[in-house]
Nanobody
Framework: QVQLVESGGGLVQAGGSLRLSCAASGRTFKVYAMGWFRQAPGKEREFVAAISWTAGSTYYRDSVKGRFTISRDNAKDTMYLQMNSLKPEDTAVYYC????????????????????GGQGTQVTVSS
């Protein structure tokens, strides 16, 4: 079993920045990739960004490219999402997810391809 704990959410004005963290813990596991998803009220959960754990390859949805940066600390099994130039449409609950079963056939943007998910952290961007 793997536990994921997100932190760093909050209320910020448009144009501001926030940094989210996601720490993974558990008895025995190996992280192959981690990702961020978000869900706004009345909408489906959507892919935001992901990172492969060994190579550090990164993936983003188009609407956050150039504004968000995903990174990881392998030693701490922790992932980060630096969010700059935030917009009201970025308002959502942000969830992190981890892939522990290897990368064969893995789709970074598909939530169901991940093995564990966190409880989420609220990000609210005021106009």
């Amino acid at each position: 079993q793997v536990q994921l704990v997100e932190s760093g959410g909050g209320l910020v004005q448009a144009g501001g920045s926030l940094r989210l963290s996601c720490a993974a813990s558990g008895r025995t596991f190996k992280v192959y990739a981690m990702g961020w998803f978000r869900q706004a009220p009345g909408k489906e959960r959507e892919f935001v960004a992901a990172i492969s754990w060994t190579a550090g390859s990164t993936y983003y949805r188009d609407s956050v490219k150039g504004r968000f940066t995903i990174s990881r600390d392998n030693a701490k099994d922790t992932m980060y999402l630096q969010m700059n130039s935030l917009k009201p449409e970025d308002t959502a609950v942000y969830y992190c997810a981890v892939r522990t079963r290897g990368l064969s056939g893995f789709s970074y943007s598909l939530l169901t391809a991940y093995d564990y998910g966190g409880q989420g952290t609220q990000v609210t961007v005021s106009s």
